[in-house]
């Protein structure tokens, strides 16, 4: 009895679990650290088969144990995990054969096995980590791992993003295609009034416990599952890399909220391992596209490199051909001229001239575009009649018409008799596609220049008949230094920039060009433009332009609710003008002063239609037209440019009726006489024009052509002298050089416009110098000064030189 006694002291000693099986499986013996480890008192346990108190382990692993030790008399053990609807643990269990049936001694090993298993799984999160490619695979994969973890499906795990651009956070898991997000479910701004609980966790960095399970993206989604698989506590916890946030993780557990310490140890490793291999992949992620961008970048200096070589062949081939013309010409001319017949001194320095143009023609396109790509070009946007373009196109290509024998067809849209553009450099878009056209036209073909007004915008084309041109080439055609090359027409001449200049000019004024070609049938090339109301003209067809223009985007609306518009527009009176217009048109309107308050306006007041200035503060109207176009809320809202003629143009602030760079063509030069009607009296005296430029040969080549037409030609080569000579002889005309020694041309208009006898007198200013806008700016400031002191205005200006032609007749 005192060993038996001693034998269950020992039993009932022992850390682990210990009862006894007779040979019939019948629990004998039940020790009291198996009733604290199961729960289960000895009352209650002898007697009853173990099979009975452990029903589901006689068809598993450890039920076999016992039968083998019964049966064959041997030491067993095993560790397995027993799970019923009282357990569900992991023991270690040892069976030890005895004479009157089985010793079980176990062991819970639970809290083991758990370590064991989150440290598997840790390691099967860092492989998924490490492996992934791409930060959005990184985030399906850890989810996925993290779910076996917590043993919930995956759908219950979800991952963010942060995005510090947006500084928002973004859903990446769980992938489901069969549920479709709300978007702000997908996107959520991390802010500090966020109403989401992962945007709450990402904004204040600390982990949220929540047990309001529709406050994750995916609780109200899935509530009939969540509450079969008793889900009862949200975990929002961020994942932060040196205290900068990569992301957030939300995890549904089964734990009450009171009871989640261990999971939130398990999930504070996990998010330190995803949070690093967020961070890691970013910068995986950012040196790629860097790399990606270098070699973009190593492509383009190749490419440059490359079209460098070529325009420098080409540039010094074309270069070399007409100063070869003029300097052996010249040169024939210089030693030869007596002994030479007239008609070949004439038919010499014809090819002069034409070499001369040829190589001014390059120089030109050269610089007009490195001044386009430096984004130093600048539009002077006025109204001008279309009948203009068309004669500027047959006055300039004349020669390029006659020779090649062919008919001109303009059809411009009747509606459409003023465009508001860039004076010149419509003319120089019109006037390359032209020539292009005749160059690559057949003898005696036709060539059509048309326009049609398509919504808000005027879309020109020309067309020609000639040899087309091949689809292979049509994909480089606006690029600098590319020709068409194809066909007995080939076009030696010029460096392939005309085109390129047209497209870049086109941009300019905000529209696109493009081409359509059939080889062996002919080219059409085509650009649009957005078309541009000129708001101050008083004739009523602009007003009714608008009118039409805003009557077109009235879309139904819900009854007694007027459409809005909105007017951007820094003139008060402006837009005062336009504000009366728009309100007979059946609008609300809103008016925004300048281009930053007309995008943030747009985007936050949704206008049915936009009408833009182009002359604005702080952005100018090509940007703010820009910035609306590709803003997704705005980009569809018509826009309906309105150009309000500028009273301080820079030609107009300096006194003058025309502008023009050196050298000076005849051509021009008439025209911009006839402006002021300078005509020749029934008496002998002829109209005097005053030239002050100190470039001697601009000065002698001016003489040469104004005597030529008629007038008396006056010459200074400082403009104090140009001052004291207007001031005593009183030309009918002043032409002025703008960069001189001594006294500026800026200070000689100024001086101008002091004297009384002088400041009546039309200037024109003629100049080899680039008007920047600073350098505007600066003139229109002193100037503006002036023109408030003598109440000089361009209306003024042009009444004045109306009443020098009245005084001429009476």
Not at 91 to 116: H, W
Not at 149 to 167: M, T
Request: hydrophobic share 40%; net charge negative; charged share 30%.
């Amino acid at each position: 009895m005192a060993d038996q006694f001693s034998y269950e002291s020992i039993l009932e000693s022992i850390s682990g679990g210990f009862f006894a099986l007779d040979k019939q499986y019948r629990i004998t013996y039940w020790n009291k650290a198996a009733e604290v480890g199961t729960g289960l008192p000895a009352e209650e346990i002898l007697g009853k088969h173990v099979f009975e108190v452990f029903p589901n382990a006689e068809g598993a692993v450890l039920g076999e144990k016992y039968k083998l030790a019964m049966e064959t008399r041997t030491f067993q053990s095993c560790e397995t995990a027993y799970k019923d609807e009282r357990f569900d643990a992991w023991y270690e269990v040892r069976i030890y054969p005895a004479e009157t049936g089985l010793s079980v001694f176990f062991q819970d090993i639970t809290e083991k096995k758990t370590d064991q298993r989150q440290k598997e799984m840790l390691v099967e999160i860092s492989k998924a980590i490490n492996a992934s490619k791409h930060l959005d695979e990184l985030c399906i994969r850890a989810a996925e791992k993290i779910a076996l973890l917590f043993e919930i499906p995956s759908k219950f795990v979800c991952i963010y993003l942060f995005d510090p651009r947006g500084n928002e956070i973004r859903l990446v898991a769980p992938a489901l295609l069969e549920v479709e997000f709300p978007q702000e479910a997908v996107h959520q701004p991390v802010t500090s009034d966020a109403s989401r609980l992962a945007a709450k966790a990402a904004w204040s960095k600390t982990v949220i416990l929540s047990d309001a399970l529709d406050e994750s993206t995916i609780g109200p989604l899935f509530r009939e599952e969540i509450a079969r698989l008793k889900l009862k506590t949200l975990i929002a916890m961020p994942l932060l890399v040196q205290d900068e946030v990569q992301g957030v993780i939300e995890v549904l557990t089964i734990k009450e909220k009171n009871f989640v310490k261990g999971e939130l140890e398990v999930l504070s490793v996990v998010a330190n391992d995803l949070a690093g291999g967020m961070s890691r992949k970013r910068l995986v992620d950012e040196l790629r596209t860097k790399n990606i961008e270098l070699e973009a970048q190593t492509q383009k200096t190749i490419e440059a490199s490359e079209t460098l070589k070529k325009f420098l062949a080409t540039f010094s081939h074309e270069l070399r051909s007409p100063l070869n013309s003029i300097i052996g010409f010249s040169e024939l001319l210089t030693r030869q001229f007596n002994e030479l017949p007239r008609e070949t001194v004439e038919e010499f320095m014809k090819n002069i001239n034409t070499s001369g143009r040829h190589l001014q023609q390059i120089i030109n396109d050269i610089l007009d575009l490195s001044k386009i790509e430096a984004g130093k070009m600048e539009l002077h946007i006025a109204s001008y009649p279309v009948g203009y373009f068309r004669e500027s196109i047959e006055r300039v290509l004349a020669s390029a018409i006659a020779e090649k024998k062919v008919r001109m067809e303009f059809s411009f849209d009747p509606d459409i008799d003023e465009l508001v553009v860039d004076q010149t450099r419509f003319k120089q878009i019109l006037i390359n596609l032209v020539s292009n056209a005749i160059k690559f036209s057949n003898s005696g073909g036709i060539i059509a220049v048309r326009s049609e007004r398509i919504g808000n915008d005027l879309q020109f084309s020309v067309e020609d008949h000639g040899i087309g041109i091949k689809r292979e080439d049509q994909a480089g055609l606006f690029k600098p230094f590319k020709q068409v090359r194809s066909g007995r027409e080939m076009n030696h001449e010029g460096i392939g920039l005309g085109l390129a200049i047209t497209k870049k000019l086109v941009e300019l004024h905000g529209g696109s060009v493009w081409v359509e070609s059939e080889w062996g049938k002919g080219t059409t090339m085509f650009f649009r433009i957005p078309m541009i109301v000129d708001a101050t003209s008083e004739r009523t067809v602009q007003a009714g332009m608008l009118l039409e223009a805003l009557e077109r985007e009235n879309k139904p609306r819900a009854e007694g609710e007027k459409p809005l518009a909105l007017i951007v527009e820094d003139a008060p009176q402006a837009s005062e003008l336009l504000r009366l217009y728009i309100e007979s048109a059946g609008y609300r309107v809103e008016v925004a002063q300048n281009g930053a308050d007309a995008v943030d306006m747009a985007k936050r007041l949704h206008p049915s239609v936009i009408t833009l200035d182009l002359m604005l503060p702080v952005k100018d109207g090509w940007q703010v037209l820009k910035e609306l176009k590709r803003h997704p809320l705005c980009k569809h809202i018509p826009v309906i440019i309105v150009s309000i003629a500028d009273e301080k143009n820079l030609g107009f602030s300096l006194g003058a009726v025309d502008y023009f760079v050196k050298p000076v063509n005849k051509e021009d030069l008439i025209q911009a006489l006839d402006k002021v009607y300078l005509v020749r009296r029934s008496d002998t005296r002829k109209p005097t024009v005053l030239v002050i430029d100190d470039d001697r040969a601009a000065t002698d080549l001016i003489q040469v052509i104004l005597e030529n037409e008629g007038y008396r030609v006056l010459k200074a080569y400082q403009g104090t002298d140009g001052v004291e000579l207007a001031a005593r002889e009183r030309p009918d005309l002043i032409i002025l050089d703008l960069i001189m020694p001594e006294t500026s041309g800026f200070n000689v208009a100024y001086q101008l416009k002091q004297i009384p006898a002088t400041r009546a007198i039309p200037i024109i200013i003629l100049t080899s110098m680039d008007i920047d806008t600073e350098t505007q700016e600066q003139l229109g400031a002193y100037v503006s000064g002036l023109m408030s002191k003598s109440t000089f205005t361009k209306k003024d200006l042009l009444r004045e030189i109306g009443n020098i032609e009245s005084a001429r007749f009476h």
